[in-house]
């Protein structure tokens, strides 16, 4: 998951996409994307489009030209959609590193045993990457994905292990 949808630009069709975590390159050098509804299992099966042209555009986002998509009211008929692409299309990450789509779905869990949430999105910030967190309960936790916090990452394993400090998931 690269990103998502977040509306149109111009009149021509492009979409406008917030790109997640690890930077626009690789939306920028697709040629092809999948675009799923993102609400979960009940998901129809993503739209496959052929990129067609793109660019960067606002603060956090790439423009996308897509085939099939002609006009302003296409394109917004896609916002809220995740952009994916095959994984296989993808450099492979530097080593010591991974890509941002490869924390989505981890489960995290405190340090003291408690459970928080899955990993939702995860946002790209200057000092360190934030992960979206969404609980059981239903609501979004922001956490910082800052190796202070970070006790244990096994991404084979879906599972995030943080420190419990007061205050991180709920306000005191």
């Known amino acids: 998951m690269l990103g998502r949808v977040v509306g149109a630009h111009g009149l021509r069709g492009e979409i406008r996409v917030r790109w997640f975590g690890d930077g626009p390159e690789n939306l920028l050098r697709a040629k092809r994307v999948e675009l799923a509804d993102g609400r979960g299992a009940d998901d129809p099966a993503p739209l496959g489009c052929e990129i067609e042209g793109g660019g960067r555009g606002r603060a956090g986002e790439v423009r996308l030209s897509l085939r099939g998509v002609a006009g302003r009211e296409s394109a917004e008929a896609l916002r809220g959609r995740l952009v994916l692409i095959e994984a296989s299309a993808l450099p492979p990450a530097p080593e010591g590193e991974l890509y941002a789509f490869e924390l989505v779905g981890c489960q995290v ?59 991180l998931i709920d306000p005191a």
């Open 109 to 167: 869990e405190l340090a003291s045993g408690g459970r928080v949430g899955r990993v939702r999105e995860v946002w790209g910030a200057p000092a360190h990457d934030v992960l979206v967190v969404e609980g059981a309960d239903g609501r979004d936790r922001l956490i910082p994905f800052a190796p202070a916090l970070l006790r244990t990452l096994d991404v084979a394993a879906r599972r995030i292990v943080i420190e419990d400090l007061p205050g």
